[in-house]
């Protein structure tokens, strides 16, 4: 069964960093786009940052400077190092991945979500 599942998550004092791990697990034959997502408690999810399999790279404008993406193609695996942290940046923090898995006898792309894990920041 092909899922993400998030690690790392945590609670830390502002200024302090935390590092998210997210491994694809399962028959995958590529991946695609990964990318991390944020919800916060009323509000709507949002991006965080994603990286293409090239390495490309894109930033929500409220974490560029602070956080940085990365990810591991030989395992499967995408990060996301987050220092400086602020109380704002409290949310649950879900893994997203592009796969390319088998599906119904035909090898297509699929969107995938972890199950999240929660970062909490005090002031």
């Known amino acids: 069964q092909v899922q993400l599942m998030e690690s790392g998550g945590g609670l830390v004092q502002a200024g302090g960093s935390l590092r998210l791990s997210c491994v694809a697990s399962?028959?995958?034959?590529?991946?695609?786009?990964m990318g991390w997502y944020r919800q916060a408690p009323g509000k709507q999810r949002e991006l965080v940052a994603s990286i293409t399999n090239g390495g490309s790279t894109n930033y929500a404008d409220s974490v560029k400077g602070r956080f940085t993406i990365s990810r591991d193609n030989t395992k499967n695996t995408v990060y996301l190092q987050m220092d400086n942290l602020k109380p704002e940046d409290t949310a649950v923090y879900y893994c997203?991945?592009?796969?390319?898995?088998?599906?119904?006898?035909?090898?297509?792309?699929?969107?995938?979500w972890g199950q999240g894990t929660q970062v909490t920041v005090s002031s």
């Open positions: 997203n991945a592009d796969l390319q898995v088998q599906y119904i006898q035909i090898r297509t792309t699929r969107n995938y």
């Open positions: 399962g028959t995958i034959f590529n991946i695609d786009t």
